[in-house]
């Protein structure tokens, strides 16, 4: 009869190997696909979900790329295939997904696009007493224009200032100190 296991005996029997991310893993979280003509917050809501997909599959480092740009359709396959694969081949797959991100928004929101979401954002009132749709516009627009809300107290006190008078006094009296 042994004696009980040495402490690093027992962490081994409890760790578990975790299985690596099939591309049908991945597909199996439904990410969306991406034509590049939905606009700057159509990309936003690509790269969201391409980020939590990334998150929920496990998705290893070295196959973001190669996964996420299986979701492209149309332009932004055009894009991909011509303007990437062709000029950066073999190296194309392996920029980061941070570099990806840059290069889609780069040509997919043009500075006067993200220009006209921050002065929208900077107006952005409920109208009549629809704050569902007010939430959900500003959330997107929040993701968009970072620079108008670089910490969470920005974003709370922004979000709050477009809230009509019957409610914005509740609000700020409670003080929130986190959005959502």
């Known amino acids: ?33 991406f034509k590049g003509t939905e606009g700057v917050v159509g990309l936003t809501r690509w790269i969201e979900k391409m980020e939590s997909v990334f998150n929920i599959s496990g998705c290893a480092i070295e196959n973001q790329v190669k996964f996420a740009t299986c979701t492209l359709l149309g332009a932004a396959l055009t894009w991909w295939d011509d303007g990437q694969i062709r000029t950066l081949d073999p190296e194309a797959y392996a920029m980061t997904w941070e570099v990806l991100k840059k290069k889609m928004t780069d040509k997919y929101c043009p500075q006067g696009e993200i220009k006209k979401l921050e002065i929208e954002l900077w107006d952005l009132k409920v109208k009549g007493n629809d704050v569902p749709t007010y939430t959900e516009r500003f959330q997107e627009l929040t993701l968009i224009c970072t620079k108008f809300v670089a910490n969470e107290t920005e974003k709370v006190d922004k979000y709050i200032s477009g809230l009509p008078d019957n409610i914005y006094g509740n609000v700020k009296s409670a003080r929130p100190k986190t959005f959502g």
């Open 1 to 33: 009869m042994r004696g009980s296991p040495h402490s690093h005996e027992i962490y081994e029997m409890n760790v578990q190997t975790a299985s690596p991310c099939f591309y049908a893993d991945f597909m199996k979280c439904q990410p969306l696909n």
